[in-house]
């Protein structure tokens, strides 16, 4: 099933072309008060939810998957977990480009681990990303993103597909420069998580997707998940040995080599098998 948020928070059933609208089925999420879990209600639900959508799909009013503006599926993620340099060809790119590794030292995944986006970041594909430090290079960077599911501290590899609820599209926008990741990654607008959520029962095989990301029509990343350095069960576990993971938190698993840079009235388009394509405007911040 491929879920997404759209309009005023309206949550959505993808089929071809067309958004259904099967909102009331949010009226299953048991209500909070303070303090707040820290997980996120639609998919801490997420069986119980798609039980109830099931019942609405059929007498649902549905829109042109066009005119409806898609916002991220994941509304209240705790947090977003990535994963830098988790690609061969990226290390040396990022190694042999000044203006990519602005002397930070760029070590290999294994050495120098994950880093946190901040979820203030995010938003979904019919939002602009919004490019502060006009002046410095600002970069696509398309990443598989990985939802979880079932929350979990030390979750073995072997058990990790259990813990994952979906995938999306994730895009990592990064102002290149002397920072932190946390710091130049976590700008308002710069993590995109869409179009929607394409439920992990969809994905045979989320180690061998081809996917790729073109700014105004050109061809700048093209790669396939086989090539992760890390994959994502032995992500989850890494991620997990520090970190416990809670319903969905979401986990960016790296990016390829072809990182470039965009700049204001730049179009965005990011495709991954499986889970679709999504068009992303870039607009001055
Ligand atoms: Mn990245």
């Not at 995938?167 to 990741?181: A, F, H, K, N, Q």
């Not at 976590?186 to 969809?202: N, Q």
């Not at 790296?254 to 840079?261: A, F, N, Q, R």
Request: hydrophobic share 40%; charged share 25%.
């Amino acid at each position: 099933m491929r879920l997404c948020r759209f309009n005023s928070d309206r949550l959505g059933v993808v089929e071809g072309d067309r958004v259904f609208d099967v909102t009331e089925a949010l009226r299953i999420l048991p209500s909070v008060s303070y303090p707040l879990p820290r997980v996120d209600p639609l998919i801490a639900n997420l069986d119980r939810v798609i039980v109830r959508i099931k019942q609405l799909l059929p007498a649902a009013s549905s829109h042109a998957l066009g005119e409806v503006r898609l916002l991220s599926p994941i509304a209240n993620p705790g947090k977003l977990v990535a994963a830098p340099v988790n690609y061969r060809k990226h290390l040396d790119e990022a190694r042999a480009d000044a203006e990519i590794h602005h002397d930070n030292q760029v070590g290999e995944i294994q050495r120098v681990g994950l880093f946190l986006k901040a979820a203030s970041s995010l938003i979904g594909a019919g939002q602009a990303v919004a490019l502060r430090h006009a002046d410095r290079r600002n970069d696509h960077e398309i990443e598989l993103a990985v939802v979880i599911g079932k929350a979990g501290s030390r979750i073995l590899r072997k058990d990790a597909w259990g813990h994952i609820a979906g995938y999306c599209i994730g895009l990592d926008m990064t102002v290149r420069g002397p920072e932190e990741r946390s710091m130049r990654k976590s700008i308002d607008t710069y993590s995109v998580l869409g179009p929607w959520m394409v439920t992990a029962d969809e994905i045979a095989n989320p180690g061998q997707l081809d996917f790729w990301l073109t700014v105004n029509g050109e061809l700048r990343q093209k790669a396939n998940t086989r090539d992760l350095v890390i994959g994502i069960p032995e992500l989850i576990e890494f991620a997990s040995a520090f970190y416990t993971l809670h319903e969905g938190d979401v986990l960016f698993t790296g990016t390829p080599e072809g990182v470039g840079p965009v700049k204001p009235g730049d179009v965005i388009m990011a495709h991954i098998e499986g889970v679709g394509t999504m068009r992303v405007d870039v607009k001055a911040g």
